[in-house]
Each structure stands twice: as structure tokens, then as C-alpha cells.
């Protein structure tokens, strides 16, 4: 069996912003309960599936919330439980915090990746997305990251807000080009229905989808012109010193179909053929509530949809390497009308979605797979 992939949801934020739907509270007094309910289920855990992680992910709400000494004692659990040797392990922050001191000490105790909310250097943008940090704080933190040695830096770019433009989105991403960023996640914002955008839709400012398709080509045109190579729908990474490219190791294995572990409240897993998740509330994951099972996972269909996000695509050897048979004749052929429309990129041994295609993955997937 394989190195698995372990994620822990950190549900606080210093204040919840309008656009986003992921489980988080803005009520700090449970950090040290929650820190506790977290180790307690790495025990449990680990001592059901006996397995080993190489790569750990913190993601929230906001992580860095935790506070270092919080992160540090899960780092140490998960470390004695899941191994972690040479393992990727990911922090997510915000850049308004003062991070030096709380980045020494993550790297002291293993944390080699971080991964900063950025979604725009222009004032106006941030504030309309609700975001309380600056350019400047953000610029701060990451050389307070690379000055920790943390050099494998993410930051985020939002794409399709209210008030953006094309220069407006360049000048964002020459700003992670001149910081030092090695990794960029680019989303398209997605109005979710319960959130205050969902409910307030009607008097938002926001580009129409021939704009935002637009913004979405550019974005990637500008990022690669300044070094980032696409890797996935919204993910673009630089070369290291050695020649690597510096993509999110952890997030790669949801793509590809691996298996990982995710422990807080509303994180998935998929162990064993098994998919499952918590529910979202802190109170009944720290009254040890089990987790909700989803099903099985990990068919073909699904491994095809999964792979289609990534600029690899579907590859027979890989196919073959999984399911012992060659990739299904049809998908090629469906696959190959798109080619002339430039929305597919076929190749001796598969196929592969271009930019354009990633625009309407949802509608080529289901007609191809």
C-alpha cells in the first residue's frame, strides 16, 4: 500500500469572509479543545488504518488562527503516528497576522510549504471580497517565509471578482512573480447560494461569462509568461533549483485517485475504496461522532473525471498501470472531435483538456467520459 495523504481541517477565522462556503467560526475559545479532539483522532486513526502519510496539509477557515505552539503539538502527533519522513506539510495562513516568529518555529518542526490567501493586490478588490489584509502585508509574509527557509510559498489569486479588469489581474500576478511565490492557485469565484455574495447576487458587480472566460485565458497566458507552469484547472507552479516544478504534492493526490485522510469537522477522506467525512460541526467531531460514509470510490469513471483536471490528462500507460486494461477506445474518439475547436489535446498515448477545454470541463467530461 501507498504513502497516503493526511489533511486537518482548521474551522477558525478571525472573521468569516462573503464569498466563502467552506466550514469555518469566528469563536476562538476552543482552540485548545479542538487541538485536543485533532490528536485524539490521529490516535484513532492511525491505529485503525496503520498507515503512513508524505504529506500533511493543514486547511480551514485559517490555520495560522491555531496559533504556532497549537500547530506545532499536531505536527509532533502526526509525526509519531503517520511517519512523515520527508513529507511535504502545507500551512495555510493569512498575510494580516505577524508571521515571522510563528514561521521560525514551523520550520524548526518540519513545515516546508505555505499557502497564502493573496486573491488581489488592488485595494478596492480585497475589500469588495471582504479580505482585511494589504499587498504590503502579504509581500511581508512571504519573505518572513522565505526567511524562516520557507521557500516553497503558495499564494491565491480570485479571478472573476467584482471590479477587476485585465490589467487590474496582471498586475496581481507580477506581484506573486516579483514576491517569489513558487506556486499560485488561480479559482474563478463560484457565488455559493448560502453564503452573504449568494444572498446578495443581484447587487453584485461581477463580469459576465464571455468577460470572465476571458479573465480566465488571460490569467493563464500572464502566468506562464512569468514562469508558472499549468499543472491543473487552477494551479500553476515554478521550477525549484532543482528543476522541479513545485506543484501541492497533497492536493496532486486527490487528482490522481490516491488515498488520504481528513480529520475535523467536514473533512473527506477516501481509505480503503471508502469515501467518508465528518459533518460540519465542531461540537459532534469533539463528541467523537463518526464519520459519514459516502460510498465507494475510486472507479474508473471517477478516475477519469479526476484526471481530466490536470494538464497530463489520461494517459494509457497510467490507465493500464490501474485497471490492468487499456484506456477505453470511445473516450479517445469522443475526445478527439473537440480537437479542431481547440478544446482537447490529443496525444499518441491519450488525451489532455487545453485552457479553453478546462472553461467547460464540466460539459466535456460528461459528454467524453
Known amino acids: 500500500m501507498g504513502l497516503i495523504g493526511l489533511y486537518i481541517h ?46 500533511l496539509y493543514f486547511g480551514g477557515g485559517t490555520p495560522s488562527t491555531l ?30 497576522a505577524d508571521l515571522e516568529s510563528m514561521f521560525g518555529l514551523l520550520a524548526q518542526n518540519g513545515v516546508n510549504r505555505i499557502s497564502m490567501g493573496l486573491q488581489s493586490i488592488h485595494r478596492k478588490e480585497l475589500e469588495l471580497l471582504g479580505r482585511v489584509h494589504t499587498a504590503e502585508q502579504t509581500w511581508n509574509a512571504v519573505k518572513a517565509a522565505h526567511k524562516a527557509g520557507i ?21 496581481s500576478i507580477a506581484f506573486c512573480e516579483e514576491v517569489g511565490a513558487a506556486h499560485v492557485s488561480a479559482y474563478l469565484l463560484k457565488i455559493e447560494p448560502d453564503t452573504p455574495y449568494g444572498m446578495q447576487r443581484e447587487r453584485l458587480v461581477l463580469p459576465n461569462d464571455d468577460e470572465t472566460s476571458d479573465l480566465y485565458l488571460t490569467m493563464v497566458a500572464e502566468l506562464e509568461k512569468q514562469g508558472f507552469c499549468q499543472y491543473e484547472v487552477s ?26 485522510l481528513g480529520l475535523g469537522p467536514s473533512a473527506h477522506s477516501f481509505m480503503d475504496g471508502k469515501r467518508f467525512y465528518f459533518e460540519r460541526s465542531i461540537h459532534r467531531f469533539l463528541q467523537g461522532a ?35 486494461e487499456p484506456l477505453p477506445q470511445i473516450y479517445m474518439e469522443r475526445a478527439e472531435r473537440y480537437e479542431k475547436a481547440g478544446l482537447v489535446n490529443m496525444k499518441a498515448d491519450g488525451f489532455a483538456l487545453t485552457p479553453k477545454g478546462f472553461l467547460v470541463l464540466n460539459q466535456l467530461i460528461l459528454s467524453i467520459i
Open 67 to 96: 496559533g504556532a505552539d497549537r500547530l506545532v503539538c499536531i505536527i509532533k502527533e502526526a509525526k509519531a503516528n503517520f511517519g512523515l519522513s520527508q513529507a511535504e506539510i502545507t500551512v495555510e495562513v493569512n498575510p494580516s
Open 151 to 171: 521557500f516553497n510559498v503558495s499564494l491565491d489569486l480570485m479571478v472573476g471578482i467584482q471590479r477587476q479588469t485585465e490589467q487590474s489581474l496582471k498586475e
Open 290 to 324: 463518526n464519520p459519514v460514509m459516502d460510498g465507494e470510490g475510486g472507479d474508473k469513471e471517477e478516475y477519469a473525471m479526476l484526471a481530466l483536471r490536470l494538464n497530463s490528462g489520461l494517459c494509457n500507460a497510467e490507465w493500464k498501470q490501474k485497471f490492468g
Open 235 to 260: 494551479n500553476f507552479a515554478k521550477q525549484n533549483k532543482n528543476g522541479d516544478l513545485c506543484i501541492s504534492k497533497h492536493n496532486i493526490k486527490y487528482w490522481k485517485g490516491e488515498e488520504y
Open 10 to 55: 482548521v474551522p477558525f477565522c478571525t472573521q468569516k469572509c462573503p464569498y466563502c462556503d467552506f466550514y469555518s467560526l469566528t469563536d476562538n475559545e476552543m482552540l485548545d479543545r479542538y487541538m485536543n479532539g485533532i490528536i485524539n483522532s490521529i490516535h484513532i486513526y492511525a491505529s485503525q488504518y496503520k498507515r503512513y502519510a508524505d504529506t
